[in-house]
């Protein structure tokens, strides 16, 4: 079965960095689009970052370009997330996504907190 777990969250003040990962199980991850989604307390769910199969290409929400970098290995079904210039407006729970046949599978999430 699909697996997605999300790791690298925590407490960091604004302007620092953190870098999310998650590594993924259950399914050929070379084959789809990944995708970073967040969500802040009261907020809808969000698309943060996506990635194709190949790396080749990636999509960011307006909020977080420039500062936010999705990437992933293929090698370690892992894909990442770089987060740099971080703001207390980025505070949220990041999960890992991955669509399969109109289906979304979820990781459990990992806390990000931008606080000083």
């Known amino acids: 079965q699909v697996q997605l777990v999300e790791s690298g969250g925590g407490l960091v003040e604004p302007g620092g960095s953190l870098r999310l990962s998650c590594e993924a199980s259950g399914f050929i991850f070379s084959n789809y689009r990944m995708s970073w989604y967040r969500q802040a307390p009261g907020k809808e769910r969000e698309l943060v970052a996506s990635?194709?199969?190949?790396?080749?290409?990636?999509n960011y929400a307006e909020s977080v370009k420039g500062r936010f970098t999705i990437s992933r290995d293929n090698a370690k079904n892992t894909v990442y997330l770089q987060m740099n210039s971080l703001k207390s407006e980025d505070t949220a729970i990041y999960y890992c996504?991955?669509?399969?046949?109109?289906?979304?599978?979820w990781g459990q999430g990992t806390q990000v907190t931008v606080s000083s």
């Open positions: 990635i194709t199969s190949s790396g080749g290409s990636t």
């Open positions: 996504n991955v669509r399969q046949s109109a289906k979304n599978y």
